[in-house]
């Protein structure tokens, strides 16, 4: 069956970076687009780009172009998030979706000092 | 951005009830393929959205068929027939004709 699994939470300082990932089993990675989004708790969810595994082509949400990088490895199935300069109205829970049919179970991410 | 309008912002129900969501958007969704690409998606407490519609009408893989999607253009709806205390949770439609693609603020379902 098709699995999405994300890594831990993450606990930040203001500034600094952070690499989620999304590592995949039961379809082919590599010839399918994988999704990232952003919800605040108690809020409704953003879309911040996608990325086609094929071939690393990428879309962003404007709004996120300059925090977001997304990456594939097809060696591992695993899709990346890189997440920059964070700042607290960065944190969130970070989903990684394909399809909008399977999701992972989401990354929480606090920025704080 | 293409805004995603979803009507009413709550819900009261009863088990056994039937309930409708309304999901308007700014613009027409209508790909450039002729297929439309809103979706609906359920997130019970704590978990992660789950497909429920795609393409305005189609059943997700498991999805029970007391649920329901129609619609057209700029106007879609989503019915819940007996609704069951599985139901209850926020539902988000969202388009992904356009981008960005975008979600409605979504609808919380609860018990009455």
Request: glycine share 10%; with cysteine.
């Amino acid at each position: 069956q098709v699995k999405l699994q994300q890594s831990g939470a993450e606990l930040v300082k203001p500034g600094a970076s952070v690499k989620l990932s999304c590592k995949t089993s039961g379809y082919t990675f590599s010839t399918s687009y994988m999704s990232w989004f952003k919800q605040i708790p108690g809020q409704s969810i953003e879309w911040i780009g996608m990325i086609y595994a094929g071939d690393g082509g990428t879309g962003y949400n404007q709004k996120f172009k300059g925090k977001a990088t997304l990456t594939v490895d097809t060696s591992s199935s695993t899709a990346y998030m890189d997440l920059s300069s964070l700042t607290t109205e960065d944190s969130a829970v970070y989903f990684c979706a394909t399809w909008f049919a399977y999701w992972g179970q989401g990354t929480l991410v606090t920025v704080s000092s | 951005d293409v805004v995603m309008t979803q009507t009413p912002p709550s819900l009261s129900v009863a088990i056994g009830q039937s309930v409708s969501i309304s999901c308007k958007s700014s613009q027409s969704l209508v790909y450039s393929d002729g297929k439309t690409y809103l979706h609906w998606l359920l997130q019970s407490p704590g978990q992660s959205p789950k497909l429920l519609i795609y393409q305005v009408s189609n059943l997700g893989s498991g999805v029970p068929d007391r649920f329901s999607g129609t619609g057209s253009q700029k106007d879609f709806t989503l019915k819940i027939s007996r609704v069951e205390a599985e139901d209850l949770g926020v539902y988000y439609c969202v388009q992904a004709t356009h981008f960005p693609n975008t979600f409605g603020a979504g609808t919380k379902l609860e018990l009455k």
